[in-house]
Each structure stands twice: as structure tokens, then as C-alpha cells.
């Protein structure tokens, strides 16, 4: 069983950064595919980036060069940096690990954090 705790939400302006951290609980952390994931008030959980093992990152168009995901491994830990926030950004994030892609291209993952809550306002 794997235990995930985010931190680092909170309210923001326009343009401002945060950076989000996930903390794993155990040993086989350096093996886990991770994902961030985000819900805006009535929309669908989507993703918004991941990361291998080896540290091979993927990221949803709408946040490319502007988010950028990152991991330590001694610190069984991931990030999630967030800069030029914009409004749309408002959601909660979920940290999620122990993930694969399906064959229709959907990122599952085993286990999930409760999430924290990012606004951004205008």
C-alpha cells in the first residue's frame, strides 16, 4: 500500500507560481510512474503531467512551458512546479502513483492523494 500527501496549494494571482510537492510513503517509490492530476468544479479529473521512473516527463498541451514535473527519488517525493498561472488553472491536485498508459492512451494509476486545492485569481 502507498500513502500520497500533497501540499503546497493555496490562492494565487494571475501569473504567480507554486510549487506543489507529494510526499510516498514506501520503499518502491523510485519505481513508480507518477502523475499530477487536476479537477476543476464540475469538469472530469485530467491529467496534467507525469513522470517515469527514470524521469521522462509528459505534460498536457495547456501547460507545456509552464508547469514542469520533477522527482526525488531520496526523498520519495514529486513536484509539480506551476509558473504564469492563469485563472483556468483553478482546481484541486492529485497526486497519483503506480501508473501505466492503456492502450487507448489513458493513464491509470493505482493510488491516489486527496488532493490540494489550487486557485488562481485574476
Known amino acids: 500500500q502507498v500513502q500520497l500527501v500533497e501540499s503546497g496549494g493555496g490562492l494565487v494571482q494571475a501569473g504567480g507560481s507554486l510549487r506543489l510537492s507529494c510526499a510516498a510513503s514506501?520503499?518502491?517509490?523510485?519505481?513508480?510512474?507518477m502523475g499530477w492530476f487536476c479537477q476543476a468544479p464540475g469538469k472530469q479529473r485530467e491529467l496534467v503531467a507525469a513522470i517515469t521512473s527514470g524521469g521522462s516527463t509528459n505534460y498536457v498541451d495547456s501547460v507545456k512551458g509552464r508547469f514542469t514535473i520533477s522527482r526525488d527519488n531520496a526523498k520519495n517525493t514529486v513536484y509539480l512546479q506551476m509558473s504564469s498561472l492563469k485563472p483556468e488553472d483553478t482546481a484541486v491536485y492529485y497526486c497519483a502513483a503506480a501508473c501505466r498508459f492503456t492502450t487507448l492512451g489513458v493513464l491509470n494509476c493505482d493510488y491516489w492523494g486527496q488532493g490540494t486545492q489550487v486557485t488562481v485569481s485574476s
Open positions: 514506501g520503499r518502491t517509490f523510485r519505481n513508480y510512474y
